[in-house]
């Protein structure tokens, strides 16, 4: 599986934007816009005036006409909204990964709400794209209709947070997934149509599938096995989706790695979903295995002894699909004996 980066200057490029929005505590939602004064009810006032989701006009009250301070900062606000525009539309023409704008308006509004401060996780394929462009790689771009959300620990909120009224601020219509069996409480939300942007809450559990109640969010999440290893340590990033670039949390990515061979052991019936899993893992082993094996290294001697034990069941699966002479099969080897 052969590794390519994107050229230094433009993983620099893409360093600096990430280093700007993480300093950034609220991010306008939808495109930067513009304001506009009315008057019309004797007092002027200005407005943004912007496209909360595609096809969807929507304005906000900013501040009073004589008020400079309001409009100046509201000003610069925009002006940065449009560079980050600029500069993730930059990075898609460079190969980086960026998810679409459905997904950039819900992922703003969980940042704004403070959920990722409070420790939401980003995990899946959007997850493992952040990643790709963390660690500078090209690949070709993937793609989910899926965000899947988790955390290890209650969230540490201000105040409880209403998990679908949260989603449903964004501006879509988002919709409550019916829990199977049928009285079982909903862990997921969706858009109208059978293949629609679907959200997920995830969190760890000795039993897959296993329904949790999370107080703090008036919600409830699925159970997933493993979940308590790969989530126990975090780090912040951005995801590039839309025009956005938006600071998220993510497990570390040697974690990563481990986890998702796990999972593939776990997939039963579903070959493409497993194969999938295996294909990130290994993409991701490459990466690390070449430029800091030792991350590896510590993120497999940390994992539970049950995950271990199913991820040298793929030994001989797994090596005969990686070339001989790679960092990541000496890696394999080394730590699956």
Aim: with cysteine; hydrophobic share 40%.
């Amino acid at each position: 599986m052969p590794i390519r980066h994107h050229e230094l200057a433009f993983h620099t490029q893409y360093t600096e934007l990430k280093e700007r929005v993480m300093s950034v505590h609220n991010l306008l939602p939808g495109t930067p816009g513009t304001l506009t004064i009315r008057d019309g009810t004797g007092t002027a006032y200005w407005y943004r005036v912007f496209y909360s989701v595609p096809g969807k006009q929507a304005e906000t009250l900013i501040c009073r006409a004589e008020d400079h301070q309001q409009k100046t900062h509201m000003e610069e606000q925009i002006a940065f909204s449009q560079w980050v525009q600029t500069q993730v539309g930059l990075m898609k023409k460079l190969g980086f990964q960026v998810a679409d704008k459905l997904t950039a308006r819900v992922m703003v509004e969980l940042y704004n709400s403070g959920a990722v401060e409070a420790g939401l996780t980003l995990v899946g394929t959007l997850a493992f794209m952040a990643m790709l462009n963390d660690l500078g790689i090209y690949t070709i771009s993937a793609r989910t209709l899926d965000i899947d959300l988790a955390r290890n620990q209650p969230l540490k909120l201000a105040a409880p947070m209403a998990f679908l009224q949260t989603m449903q601020a964004t501006g879509l219509p988002f919709v409550a997934v019916p829990g199977m069996p049928n009285n079982a409480p909903s862990t997921s939300v969706k858009l109208p149509g059978i293949e629609s942007l679907r959200v997920d809450v995830l969190t760890p559990g000795k039993t897959t599938g296993t329904i949790v109640t999370l107080p703090e969010l008036g919600w409830a999440a699925q159970a997933i096995e493993g979940y308590d290893y790969l989530l126990d340590i975090t780090e912040t990033s951005i995801l590039l989706a839309g025009g956005h670039a938006i600071p998220v949390r993510l497990p570390q990515p040697s974690r990563l790695v481990w986890h998702k061979l796990f999972s593939s052991v776990h997939r039963g019936s579903l070959h493409a979903k497993a194969a999938k899993d295996r294909q990130q893992a290994n993409l991701l082993g490459h990466a690390l295995a070449k430029e800091s094996p030792w991350q590896l290294d510590e993120a497999w001697q940390e994992a539970p002894a049950y995950i271990k034990s199913a991820i040298q069941k793929l030994v001989p699966h797994m090596i005969q699909d990686i070339k001989p002479d790679s960092e990541w099969h000496t890696q394999l080897q080394q730590c699956l004996g």
